[in-house]
């Protein structure tokens, strides 16, 4: 009560001063405007006399804030000062120019739509044409600013006339009510009970406000926090709710609240889903989005929702993983399949006894060749495995010269019995890597280089430091590559050359374990070949990893 009574006297002067002040800026607007209409006269007149002596003055005249016309009596604009006349409307109409044209001079003051402001326009007929000069009027705003310290003491002056008063008055009045209230003294037996009552309710709706602020805080910080997108329609179709991850993924045009699904998403599977969840029906499905796999799930309208949930999980991991698995086992199993055919059939023989004697040793020698590729499969099969485990690796800072120098002792016999010679271009190179990854991956390179080179062909084998990378790079002059083949050589059980696969022994999986490894550190392998020429292979590695 103490507060409506000090707003009502606080009301009072601001009338007072509204009062005042609207018609003291008024008075002063008036006087403003009739100081501009008569200074546009004047000057207007001077322009008309100086054009009549020389007719190209108004194109010398540089007049600031000030529009100049020049018209023909038929209202057409022959020159304006600011703009190209040939844009104009014709001018023939406006009453200042009408009465320009019946008595000599006119005037007029109108809202013009060339510059978005009132003007005051004032013409003036000469001989043969009529000039116009306009100049736009300052609003009754810049008027109030003359007077704006004086009103600011007024309203100082009734303010503290008011708190003044107000005090006084709502003191005897408020008082005896307050008392009444925190001290349950029945000063007012009548009101008293309200406003017990009013006490009691403030009371419990803080308690309930706090109670549901604390509510909303927690489903927002879930909803923010959550990787799942979700969106709430009502039975409109409009934008009730979503979260953060749902506008990462639908990325809608608009995503505020009331916004129309279309705005969301134009995904035919999610709208017609939505509609039937309006139909009380629980949906499920797949939706690829951005060449990303979601799972959908519809959940039915209810009241505690207060419409569709349209719930999104990212499955592109899961279902990379299952297609990825779905063609190991696939290549596995058919890899498996011709070394175990292989020895199984010729175990048989032995087994059945009829075959001769010195074909014994020759069907031993096929048996261990195909167990020993069996062997080597099965390790490649495991290295690959680990390398997609994605686990972390541990590294050591090493000489990769010094690995590349045990590696080609390693291959010594291999490049011995083909009778290859081998370049060996090392500098001295230090890196952070695993080194029995990177002991693997040079084996395969170098292994490769020896069983697709020629007889009696060359290897360079090649250790630099390259920027912030070391370089590994191994090159033959063999058999060579088809162009349109490289994109394809790193995939798992691939093999180049299928007329010369049954004389080479090959797994598949070198370059593939190659390639795993130069991304387990954040590298990059690069091919050129060229048939009948040979290939080169080159690892970047960085050298802090």
Do not use: W
């Not at 709430?232 to 045009?253: E, G």
């Not at 498996?336 to 292989?342: E, G, M, Q, S």
């Amino acid at each position: 009560m103490r507060k409506k009574i000090f707003n009502s006297m606080v009301l009072i002067s601001v009338y007072c001063l509204l009062f005042t002040a609207f018609f003291s800026g008024l008075a002063f607007y008036r006087i403003y405007r009739q100081n501009v209409e008569k200074n546009l006269q004047t000057t207007t007149r001077l322009i008309v006399s100086q054009y009549e002596t020389d007719k190209e003055s108004l194109e010398k005249l540089k007049v600031k804030g000030l529009r100049i016309n020049l018209i023909d009596k038929d209202g057409k604009v022959l020159y304006d000062n600011e703009k190209d006349s040939s844009t104009f409307e014709n001018h023939k109409e406006r009453p200042e120019i009408k009465d320009a044209l019946e008595k000599g001079e006119g005037s007029s003051i109108r809202y013009s739509k060339t510059l978005n402001r009132d003007t005051i326009y004032h013409a003036i007929r000469t001989d043969d044409s009529i000039i116009r000069v306009a100049q736009e009027v300052n609003s009754v705003f810049s008027i109030f600013k003359v007077i704006f310290p004086v009103e600011i003491l007024i309203v100082i002056v009734l303010f503290l006339l008011s708190l003044f008063i107000s005090k006084r008055i709502t003191e005897s009045i408020t008082t005896p009510i307050k008392l009444g209230v925190y001290k349950h003294q029945n000063l007012y037996p009548e009101l008293d009970p309200y406003l017990r009552e009013i006490d009691e309710k403030n009371l419990e709706l803080e308690k309930l406000y706090s109670k549901e602020k604390s509510q909303n805080d927690t489903v927002e910080a879930i909803l923010s926090k959550m990787k799942e997108g979700l969106v709430i329609f009502d039975r409109s179709l409009r934008l009730v709710l979503i979260n953060d991850s749902a506008i990462n993924i639908l990325k809608p045009i608009n995503s505020k609240k009331g916004s129309h699904i279309l705005e969301l998403t134009n995904e035919t599977k999610i709208l017609d889903a939505v509609k039937e969840g309006f139909e009380g029906k629980y949906i499920k499905g797949e939706i690829e989005i951005d060449n990303k796999i979601y799972e959908y799930f519809i959940s039915p309208e209810s009241e505690s929702l207060g419409g569709v949930a349209l719930l999104l999980t990212d499955k592109t991991y899961e279902t990379s993983l299952k297609q990825k698995r779905e063609e190991f086992t696939s290549n596995v199993t058919h890899e498996l399949k011709t070394p175990l055919t292989i020895i199984s059939g010729f175990a048989e023989l032995l087994k059945s006894g009829n075959v001769e004697e010195e074909k014994v040793k020759e069907f031993g020698t096929i048996i261990h060749k195909q167990s020993t590729n069996l062997q080597s499969l099965i390790d490649d099969i495991l290295k690959i495995s680990k390398l997609e485990a994605d686990e972390p690796i541990i590294i050591e800072e090493i000489n990769i010269d010094e690995l590349a120098d045990e590696v080609c002792g390693d291959l010594s016999i291999e490049i011995k019995n083909k009778n290859i010679n081998l370049v060996k271009d090392f500098d001295r190179v230090k890196a952070k890597v695993n080194r029995e990854m990177i002991k693997e991956a040079m084996q395969n390179l170098l292994t490769n280089a020896i069983k697709y080179n020629k007889e009696g062909g060359e290897i360079i084998f090649k250790i630099a430091k390259e920027g912030k990378n070391v370089l590994i790079q191994i090159s033959d002059n063999g058999i060579g590559i088809e162009e349109e083949l490289l994109d394809r050589i790193f995939e798992r059980f691939y093999v180049v050359d299928h007329s010369r696969s049954k004389k080479i022994s090959s797994t598949g999986l070198g370059l593939s374990i190659v390639k795993h490894v130069v991304e387990a550190h954040d590298g990059r392998v690069e091919v050129t070949s060229e048939v009948g020429k040979g290939s080169t292979f080159t690892i970047y590695i960085p050298i802090n990893n």
